[in-house]
């Protein structure tokens, strides 16, 4: 007989099977809602109910011992694995249960699996093979001394015009102010504001704009400064703010071979402190732990696109050393993200219909009794929400996807 329009031959993680037969399970998340004087009750859909699909299927032939306890071997691994369904094709499953019989025969034997697959929304995520936030520190690392080398060839006050000197200080200047803004804005104390107040210090002392090599160094430890102080995910929106520094300076008029030097250095101090600024926000990245799949594809993607703008920046004004920086930082970040993200809780919408206190609905959500407490404050404080007595019904709150 042959086989139906559309099959193929099965596997699971690549160990194949022979199919017999399959069932096919599914729904959707239905939670009714009755109310007082209402004859009709209220229908709430959660989404669609995770597929079930139970499989028969046998191992036969001379080679079925070994061949079947790779298809047992593959149901027990930890984790999603990628099925070849026969009919539906490929799709990222988890095994719910198996059952094996075990015949001999002159054939050789057979080996007879019933299996339950449940389906997942997550790929299959590879054992790590690298350390990836190791990877972006290192690739931050570089990139300030990339910015220091940038400058050190770029920049020069030393028997320019006076009006080129000051403004080079002025921009140093600059420089110290918006990053104590955002040191203020992160708080802090001891020891790691003591060195951002010294690196400030020697920012606004007027005279480092003659010594190339200091500045760099100067500008460069202090953006490293700051990332001691402040949780990461608060020094990613100080070091963001940094990537902008520069951007609202007025253009430099004049072709006389001092504005040509003072456009120079501007241009070369802005790259070094939007350089040293990204590379401590991929720094401030790969040390963060993110509490949902949203939160880091977020960061993930505004911070790429932030670095994106700056390498078509430096690449516009020929400098490609400092595009392919940006560049590499923001392959480092993303795939580091990527790699940690994977497993991380979605977040889906739920529409709370009347207020009632975060411990009932989240027993109604995720229906956890021993962990309810946990996911009660979850929700509140994801949803800022401010009382857990009464979280406000008619609203749409952001909750951990489920089921």
């Excluded at 809780?345 to 021993?370: F, H, K, M």
Aim: aromatic letters at 6%.
């Amino acid at each position: 007989m042959s086989a139906p329009a559309g099959w193929q031959k099965g596997s699971f993680r690549g160990a194949k099977f022979v199919t017999e037969g399959h069932e096919e399970t599914g729904g959707r998340r239905l939670v009714s809602h009755e109310f007082p004087q209402a004859n009709t009750p209220v229908l709430e859909d959660l989404g669609k109910k995770a597929g079930s699909f139970s499989i028969t299927c046998h191992i036969i032939g001379d080679a079925y011992p070994a061949d079947a306890d790779a298809l047992r071997d593959a149901l027990l691994k930890d984790g999603v694995g990628t099925l070849i369904h026969p009919w539906y094709g490929s799709m990222q499953v988890g095994v719910d249960t198996y059952s094996r019989t075990d015949s001999a025969g002159a054939d050789g034997g057979t080996a007879v699996f019933s299996i339950t697959f449940l389906e997942s929304g997550l790929p299959a995520v590879p054992a790590p093979t690298a350390d990836t936030g190791a990877i972006a520190k290192d690739a931050a690392n570089r990139a300030g001394e990339t910015a220091k080398a940038q400058l050190a060839s770029k920049f020069s006050v030393p028997g320019a015009t006076a009006f080129v000197e000051d403004a080079a200080n002025k921009l140093i200047s600059g420089a110290a102010i918006a990053t104590s803004v955002q040191v203020a804005l992160l708080g802090g104390g001891g020891p790691a504001l003591r060195a951002i107040q010294s690196g400030l210090g020697a920012l606004g002392a007027g005279d480092l704009a003659r010594d190339v090599l200091g500045l760099g160094a100067a500008t460069v430890n202090l953006m490293q400064a700051v990332s001691a102080i402040g949780s990461p995910l608060s020094r990613i929106g100080a070091f963001t703010a940094l990537l902008g520094f520069g951007s609202d300076l007025a253009p430099i008029d004049g072709t006389t071979p001092a504005r040509d030097l003072q456009r120079d250095n501007q241009a070369a101090y802005v790259q070094l402190v939007n350089l040293a600024a990204s590379a401590e926000l991929v720094r401030a990245i790969a040390d963060s732990d993110f509490a949902s799949y949203q939160d880091a594809t977020a960061i993930r993607d505004s911070a790429a696109d932030a670095l994106d703008q700056l390498a078509l920046r430096q690449a516009d004004l020929g400098d490609d050393a400092g595009a392919e920086a940006y560049d590499e930082l923001r392959r480092a970040m993303i795939a580091d993200v990527t790699a940690r993200g994977g497993s991380l809780a979605r977040l889906q919408t739920y529409l709370s219909l009347i207020t009632e206190p975060a411990l009932v609905l989240a027993y109604r959500i995720y229906g956890n009794a021993t962990g309810v407490a946990d996911d009660a404050a979850e929700i509140c404080a994801r949803n800022r929400v401010g009382h857990p007595g009464f979280v406000p019904g008619g609203q749409s709150l952001q909750v951990r996807a489920h089921g």
